[in-house]
């Protein structure tokens, strides 16, 4: 019996399979203008990454505008007291590390820029997972160093302060070369208020712009209060389970539970970026 001319395996031949779907969407440029929701999920990343760290340390990890000024003030206190106060060393520390974090995590991502273009949705993708990985890490030291008894002092704050910074500098990087100035994790925020509010239109309208920027600050409030939440929510968890911890203990484990859910808003990020709208559609109105 003859075999029919359109055979199956030439109809299974023609089909792409998974993988090079995957592969050619990942290799698409995304449309600047549908970034919005996976951008405002880094801004509520910001404030909650940014919350857990200055709860613990007093430090930031997203916006390098105070911590240069403490580390100023460290270093200047130490280069002119003899002894050095200790509190002084200790914040040029924490401070230092974190700086030194965000400028690591800025260059690496502007690296991959180049490399792999900066608009590139599998190289957005890759950078939210490597940056959730990176929170669940240092969840699970935070909260192996409360058990022993350990908070964010020393070494171990600056450890987990550099690798938190490393995320928020690749991250502001991302939302800046992305195209989108209003959602930009970093000191933009203070200038995303001064031209919020000197719309002319406010408070009777409210240009596309303002709306971006509102968006960003909300996410950024949200970020915050939702991992102070989990912070304050911690201890009091275990009271109510009669476990007897040091406050210390207690507030550690707070601030890692808090650095888990910033891991959580990451994974979800991963999500919207690969949801964007590629840029070649845009442009043919699709």
């Known amino acids: 019996m003859s075999r029919p001319e359109t055979s199956p395996l030439l109809g299974h031949r023609s089909s792409p399979s998974r993988l090079a779907v995957w592969k050619e969407r990942l290799s ?33 990890v997203a916006f390098m505008t105070g911590n240069l000024t403490q580390l100023t003030m460290s270093a200047t206190t130490i280069g002119m007291t003899r002894p050095s106060p200790e509190s002084s060393v200790n914040r040029l520390m924490l401070s230092g590390s974190s700086v030194l974090g965000f400028i690591v995590g800025a260059f690496v991502a502007m690296h991959l820029d ?15 997972v490597a940056r959730a990985a990176v929170c ?27 690798l938190l910074a490393i995320n928020m500098g690749s991250m502001a990087v991302n939302a800046q070369k992305v195209g989108n100035g209003p959602y930009a994790t970093t ?27 509102a968006k960003s600050i909300f996410g950024l409030i949200l970020g915050a209060a939702l991992s102070q939440a989990i912070m304050i929510l911690t201890p009091r968890l275990t ?4 476990e007897t911890r040091l406050l210390k203990e207690a507030s550690s484990y707070g601030s890692a539970y808090a650095l888990i859910f910033v891991g959580i808003v990451e994974v979800v990020a991963v999500g919207l970026w690969l949801r964007v709208k590629p840029a070649a559609a845009a442009a043919t109105g699709r």
């Open 114 to 128: 180049r490399r792999f273009g900066s608009r590139s949705r599998g190289k957005l993708a890759s950078m939210a």
């Open 187 to 213: 000191v933009v925020f203070t200038a995303t208020l001064a031209q919020l509010f000197s719309d002319p239109l406010l408070p009777f309208a409210v240009s596309s712009a303002s709306l971006k920027r």
């Open 136 to 162: 669940f890490v240092v969840a699970a030291w935070v909260a192996w160093e409360a058990r022993r008894g350990h908070g964010w002092d020393g070494w171990i704050g600056a450890g987990a302060l550099a």
């Open 239 to 242: 009271e109510t389970r009669e």
């Open 28 to 60: 698409e440029e995304v449309d600047v203008d549908d970034c919005g929701s996976a951008l405002t999920a880094q801004c509520v990343i910001a404030g909650a990454a940014d919350a857990a760290a200055y709860g613990q340390t007093g430090t930031w």
